[in-house]
């Protein structure tokens, strides 16, 4: 069992930056791919982010490339996302998410087993 804690959501000005993290409980952290959704009223849950347990792949969102930065602290059971140069549409409430087996890290939501309660990121504009 993963008990996953998002911190770090907020409200914050266009162009602004904030950064997101998920606490992880559990010994088996450091296995588990970590991914990064979100969900905005009226929208359904979308990907926003994934990281391998070793860190060493990732993937983003095509929109979010170049803006949003994941990370992982294994250490710290702990992943991050570092959201730059924030837009009115990135309000959402942002969900962490963790999986044992996905590999490579996965897009979809349903792929992923543990979910955190979500933090919310308002943008204002």
């Known amino acids: 069992q993963v008990q996953l804690v998002e911190s770090g959501g907020g409200l914050v000005q266009a162009g602004g930056s904030l950064r997101l993290s998920c606490a992880a409980s559990?010994?088996?952290?450091?296995?588990?791919?970590m991914g990064w959704f979100r969900q905005a009223p009226g929208k359904e849950r979308e990907f926003v982010a994934a990281?391998?347990?070793?860190?060493?792949?990732?993937y983003y969102a095509e929109s979010l490339k170049g803006r949003f930065t994941i990370s992982r602290d294994n250490a710290k059971n702990t992943v991050y996302l570092q959201m730059n140069s924030l837009k009115p549409e990135d309000t959402a409430v942002y969900y962490c998410?963790?999986?044992?087996?996905?590999?490579?890290?996965?897009?979809?939501?349903?792929?992923?087993?543990?979910w955190g309660q979500g933090t919310q990121v308002t943008v204002s504009s």
């Open positions: 990281v391998a347990w070793s860190g060493g792949i990732k």
């Open positions: 559990g010994r088996t952290f450091s296995r588990h791919t």
């Open positions: 998410a963790a999986d044992r087996t996905l590999d490579p890290p996965g897009r979809v939501s349903t792929s992923y087993s543990y």
